[in-house]
Every structure is written in structure tokens, then in C-alpha cells.
């Protein structure tokens, strides 16, 4: 059983920063992705951004490309997401979670799942 816990998440004013990171034991896997999710009240969730340990690659959703950057430390098995520039839109509950193979940004992909972070981006 892989299990996923986030961290980080916080209040922030508009303009600012924080760094999540999702501890992630399973990712050792070869052929494996984490992603990482949000989903605001009211709202669907949604994909954020993937690192694929299969092929190195990375995925940002339109939102937040050039204001987000995953990336992960092999050795501490944490997958981390800098989020600069942070915005009132992106205020959510972010998640992380795993699935074999390759990123997808469709949540039922998904097979373990974190339990979340509270990011609220207010002034």
C-alpha cells in the first residue's frame, strides 16, 4: 500500500509563493507518475501538473505554466510543487497522488491519492 502525504500548504497574499511537497515512498517505482491536483470549493477537481518517473517528463496545466514548477528529490522519495505568482484562483485543497505508467491528468487514473493542503491565496 502506497501511502501519499502532502505539506506545505498555507495562507498567502496575491503575488506570493509557497512550496507543497508530497512525500511519496511508492515512487521508487520505474515506471510511475505523481501528480498534483486541486480542487476549489464547489469545483471539479483538477490536474495541476504530473512528473513521470517513466520518462522524465513534465506537465503543467495552462493555469499555472511559468508560475509553477514540480519537481523531485529521488533520495528523500518527495515530489515537490513551487507555486510563485500565486493568484485568488488558485486558492484549493491541493493533492497529490500516484499512478503507474505515464501522467495523466485524468483523476480516475489515479490509484493512491493524499490526503490534501489547504492553499487559500487572500490579501
Known amino acids: 500500500q502506497v501511502q501519499l502525504a502532502e505539506s506545505g500548504g498555507g495562507l498567502v497574499q496575491p503575488g506570493g509563493s509557497l512550496r507543497l511537497s508530497c512525500s511519496a515512498p511508492?515512487?521508487?517505482?520505474?515506471?510511475?507518475?505523481i501528480g498534483w491536483f486541486r480542487q476549489a470549493p464547489g469545483k471539479e477537481r483538477e490536474g495541476v501538473s504530473c512528473?513521470?518517473?517513466?520518462?522524465?517528463?513534465?506537465y503543467y496545466a495552462d493555469s499555472v505554466k511559468g508560475r509553477f514548477t514540480i519537481s523531485r528529490d529521488n533520495a528523500k522519495m518527495t515530489v515537490y510543487l513551487e507555486m510563485n505568482s500565486l493568484k485568488p484562483e488558485d486558492t484549493a485543497v491541493y493533492y497529490c497522488a500516484l499512478k503507474l505508467g505515464y501522467c495523466s491528468g485524468n483523476v480516475p487514473d489515479y490509484r493512491y491519492w493524499g490526503q490534501g493542503t489547504q492553499v487559500t491565496v487572500s490579501s
Open positions: 512528473i513521470s518517473r517513466s520518462d522524465g517528463r513534465l
Open positions: 511508492g515512487f521508487t517505482l520505474d515506471y510511475s507518475a
